[in-house]
């Protein structure tokens, strides 16, 4: 449990996602015991959640709604996960990703880490207020408010370790075509990627000019060789060898500029765009579908707080929406709704 | 009294001295901490306390008053510091995700020894309270002059965190999101901690209890009231 926690520690200090750390195209990480400190986390979050209905709702009902969510909550997650990712893969790979199977699967499962460690950061202010608190519009909305930050971050975190990712595995896959093929100079545009070069705009091409390895932010003392440097990456540049990678159209370097600070955060903007215009859209259309699935499998999973004076019921009813739920408890919270 | 406890007594005023006094600007992204860490929480226990026990005096020492003054005494370093161990956890893992851990350790300090200015301050502050009462009966009036006495004392907080907080900012801005971030979460957190602990000066008019019965209900949907109410009239 100490291993995993210290993963889960390196994933939210970002040192499991700098770019030499994911040189191999993947999160180096043990997805099996870090979704254990997920469903943990998750947990902590329901027992905390749980605190508003062992206080207002009355006898063993309080109880019994208290264990529900802490069940609950983990299935919440696990169930969006497994709903969305089928279709985050397919896309992924439909838009010429290089992202495989095992590589998306890790990311999801450090992505959660880090909403859920989140969240469970909040579990305390959630308790207190639980506690101290009878209204239960106040209290749905704070969670609300909670688990939509703690979202944000997660998500946010998926982007930016995708966009490190793409730069890693386009470096890699530009060694691997000068390895083949000595590049020129003056050699060809380079397409990003298979479908890229059907759709994408010029300024996701990439051409190869002349220069040395470099050192990537991130890679501290170790060295890593530039993309398209014609060798292995810490093996450094062979004399005269293939140069890093510049846009067609800006002339910048590919790689980002050695001024970044050593230490990035998880959440650190890598400068770079390798990132592909499809599978960046796929992305960002994944985590709109994954929080709109979210958002309803909450609904459907529903009650997690537990109304004030009601017996406890494991699931309510099939009625209304997420959404409409919370504008309701927005009106009554501030009276606009008798 | 002998000479090690008197000396470790002066030590101990001494770092209070200490900790108002601004220090010489650092270049060095860790600030300088001379205070002992279990000091600033003692400064946070006492200096709250001698506050909290001005407060509860209205409107004079007479009756059930000196109770009054005991729970009052007993509740405002629990406010400071449950407050403040709430939003912990939160600011430690999202300090962390910013890629600010390493600095998290002078940051809780630089957090920590605001509340003890802030104690300290609303310890200063304690006599015109009790001139306060002596000169005026009326318990809303109480109210407004200590919640301005608490103002004064959080903007002294303020200007020590911004201090100490300085050479981190500087040295990363991201201490800046996460200084607001946390104060915003802090003050969300107190302000229901504080209704839910009142009375802190206790109407006269009502019986002098540890906390009043039947208040777990929500603060900030009483001001909300009171905005809707005002707002009719």
Redesign the interface.
């Known amino acids: 449990m100490r291993q995993w926690l210290s993963e889960l ?1 390196r994933v ?3 040192k499991a996602t700098t770019l030499p750390a994911l040189k191999d195209g993947t999160i180096d990480i043990s997805p099996g015991g870090l979704t254990v400190v997920l469903i943990v986390l998750a947990a902590i979050y329901g027992t905390c959640m749980g605190f508003y209905g062992l ?1 207002s709702v009355p006898d063993w009902e309080g109880w019994k709604q208290m264990a529900a969510s802490t069940v609950k909550m983990p299935a919440l997650f696990l169930l969006t996960l497994i709903v969305t990712f089928p279709s985050l893969y397919v896309f992924n790979a439909l838009v010429g990703s290089q992202l495989t199977l095992r590589a998306l699967g890790r990311l999801m499962v450090a992505a959660m880490a ?1 909403l859920l ?2 969240l ?6 959630v308790a ?2 639980s ?5 239960h519009p ?1 209290i749905l909305l704070l969670n609300v408010a909670c688990c939509a930050l703690a979202g944000a ?1 997660g998500m946010g ?1 998926l982007l930016q370790t995708l966009h490190r990712m793409s730069l890693v595995m386009e470096a890699t896959f530009q060694e691997q075509r000068a390895k083949a093929k000595p590049v020129s100079p003056t050699a060809p545009l380079v397409p990003l990627s298979p479908v890229a070069d059907e759709a994408a705009p010029p300024s996701v091409s990439i051409e190869a000019t002349a220069s040395p390895a470099t050192t990537w932010p991130g890679a501290g003392d170790v060295p890593v060789a530039a993309p398209g440097a014609g060798a292995a990456p810490g093996a450094g540049a062979a004399p005269g060898g293939v140069p890093p990678l510049r846009h067609s159209l800006s002339g910048q370097p590919l790689q980002p500029p050695l001024s970044l600070p050593a ?6 903007r890598i400068p770079g765009s390798v990132f592909s215009p499809h599978v960046k859209t796929v992305f960002q259309f994944w985590v709109i579908l994954f929080a709109l699935v979210g958002t309803q499998m909450s609904w459907v999973l529903r009650p997690f707080i537990g109304k004030p004076d009601e017996p406890f019921i494991l699931f309510s009813p099939r009625e209304s929406n997420f959404f409409q739920a919370v504008l309701k408890a927005l009106g009554q ?3 606009w709704d008798s | 009294m002998n000479l090690a406890t008197r000396s470790s007594l002066r030590r101990f005023f001494l770092g209070a001295d200490a900790l108002l006094r601004p220090t010489a600007p650092t270049t060095s992204p860790t600030p300088h901490h001379p205070i002992p860490l279990r000091h600033l929480l003692a400064y946070i226990v006492l200096f709250a306390m001698i506050y909290g026990a001005f407060l509860g005096a209205f409107p004079g020492l007479h009756g059930p008053r000196p109770l009054q003054m005991l729970y009052s005494a007993i509740k405002l370093p629990m406010l400071l510091l449950v407050s403040f161990v709430l939003t912990l956890p939160a600011f430690f893992i999202v300090n962390t995700l910013l890629g600010l851990r390493n600095d998290f350790a002078p940051a809780v300090r630089a957090l920590i020894g605001a509340q003890a200015v802030m104690s300290l301050v609303l310890a200063a502050l304690a006599p015109l309270t009790a001139v306060w009462y002596c000169s005026d009966t009326s318990y809303h009036a109480a109210t407004f002059f200590n919640g301005a006495l608490f103002l004064i004392a959080l903007t002294a907080g303020e200007l020590l965190v911004r201090r100490q907080y300085g050479p981190l900012i500087r040295a990363n801005p991201r201490h800046k999101v996460m200084l607001v971030g946390w104060f915003v979460v802090y003050i969300f957190v107190a302000i229901q901690l504080a209704w839910v602990l009142r009375p802190f000066i206790g109407d006269p008019e009502l019986e002098t209890l540890f906390s009043r019965p039947h208040k777990f209900d929500n603060a900030y949907l009483v001001i909300w009231d009171m905005i809707v109410r005002a707002l009719r009239w």
């Not at chain 1, 469970?120 to 202010?125: D, E, H, L, Q």
């Not at chain 1, 506690?131 to 209204?135: A, G, L, N």
Request: glycine content about 10%.
């Open positions: 520690d939210l200090r970002g206080f880090v460690a989140v469970a950061s909040f579990g305390p202010i207190f207020f506690v101290t608190t009878t209204s106040f971050l975190f230490e990035q955060s998880a959440l650190d919270l501030l009276g």
